[in-house]
């Protein structure tokens, strides 16, 4: 199961994203992966620090969330949710 936890860091604040367990052959994993690639590189291109980044796993930590950044997590977010009620034994929103 694709576990996901995201905080995308409103008005500025801190914010979080988290993924796991994503490497696996199935459609959502596939999907789930390259998500966290948009948003990794998104991250990375803002100069932020990634925590982790290796297959199936990805966490993203930062303390000041640009405009631009949470738009990208807000919408990850959106499709994230609608992956789970999609598909809830492979995805799981928190």
Same mark, same amino acid.
């Given at each position: 199961?694709?576990?996901?936890?995201?905080?995308?860091?409103?008005?500025?604040?801190?914010?979080?994203?988290?993924?796991?367990?994503?490497?696996?052959?199935?459609?959502?994993?596939?999907?789930?992966?390259?998500?966290? *690639? @948009? =948003?990794?590189?998104?991250?990375?291109?803002?100069?932020? %620090?990634?925590?982790?980044?290796? !297959?199936?796993? /990805?966490?993203?930590?930062?303390?000041?969330?640009?405009?631009?950044? *949470? @738009? =990208?997590?807000?919408?990850?977010?959106?499709?994230?949710? %609608?992956?789970?009620?999609?598909? !809830?034994?492979? /995805?799981?929103?928190?």
């Amino acid at each position: 199961m694709t576990k996901i936890i995201i905080s995308p860091g409103d008005d500025g604040g801190s914010f979080f994203f988290d993924c796991e367990n994503h490497s696996g052959d199935h459609d959502v994993c596939t999907i789930a992966s390259a998500l966290c *690639n @948009v =948003v990794a590189q998104r991250c990375m291109d803002q100069g932020y %620090e990634i925590d982790i980044y290796e !297959p199936g796993h /990805v966490r993203i930590c930062g303390d000041k969330c640009d405009e631009g950044t *949470n @738009v =990208v997590l807000r919408t990850v977010l959106g499709v994230f949710e %609608e992956l789970q009620r999609q598909d !809830p034994d492979y /995805v799981k929103v928190y």
